[in-house]
């Protein structure tokens, strides 16, 4: 136990970062654990697309999802997500939406939004169309 106190004593800085690298991950757990927008595998996705008939909206730019998006993908203007106009998905509010950007960051945003607008069964694909081709899953052109 000393030689702990001596290090931070010695070493604060050091033992400041790794205390501030500490609170936000463990923060980055709890808000992700809280969050009522979930995080769902490739293995999930193709489960809710298979089984429940989810919904793949597509949020990245229009150029990015001609080059190759998931079959059956609907893709949303950057206009109607900064609007939150969602009415070309009004008739599925109920239905499973999978929510995929390129990496899996910005499409959390979309998802809250979609909650917001009545959406009931809202997730994001984890590591977004990145991680989905690199499991070598079907994309169409």
Same mark, same amino acid.
């Given at each position: 136990?000393?030689?702990?106190?001596?290090?931070?004593?010695?070493?604060?800085?050091?033992?400041?970062?790794?205390?501030?690298?500490?609170?936000?991950?463990?923060?980055?757990?709890?808000?992700?654990?809280?969050?009522?927008?979930?995080?769902?595998?490739?293995?999930?996705?193709?489960?809710?697309?298979?089984?429940?008939?989810?919904?793949?909206?597509?949020?990245?730019?229009?150029?990015?999802?001609?080059?190759?998006?998931?079959?059956?993908?609907?893709?949303?203007?950057?206009? %109607?997500?900064? *609007? /939150?106009? $969602?009415?070309?998905?009004?008739?599925? #509010?109920?239905?499973?939406?999978?929510?995929?950007?390129?990496?899996?960051?910005?499409?959390?945003?979309?998802?809250? %939004?979609?909650? *917001? /607008?009545? $959406?009931?069964?809202?997730?994001?694909? #984890?590591?977004?169309?990145?991680?989905?081709?690199?499991?070598?899953?079907?994309?169409?052109?």
């Amino acid at each position: 136990m000393e030689q702990i106190v001596e290090f931070i004593s010695n070493h604060y800085v050091l033992a400041g970062l790794w205390m501030g690298l500490f609170v936000m991950l463990v923060y980055s757990y709890i808000s992700g654990a809280l969050s009522p927008v979930k995080e769902v595998s490739t293995r999930d996705a193709t489960m809710l697309m298979n089984k429940e008939d989810a919904i793949v909206v597509d949020i990245r730019p229009q150029a990015d999802f001609r080059k190759g998006h998931i079959i059956g993908a609907k893709n949303l203007k950057q206009e %109607q997500i900064n *609007k /939150a106009e $969602f009415s070309t998905l009004e008739k599925n #509010k109920d239905k499973p939406i999978i929510v995929v950007c390129a990496m899996g960051m910005s499409a959390k945003r979309t998802a809250s %939004q979609m909650l *917001k /607008a009545g $959406f009931t069964k809202v997730s994001v694909l #984890k590591g977004g169309m990145s991680t989905w081709q690199g499991e070598n899953l079907p994309v169409i052109k």
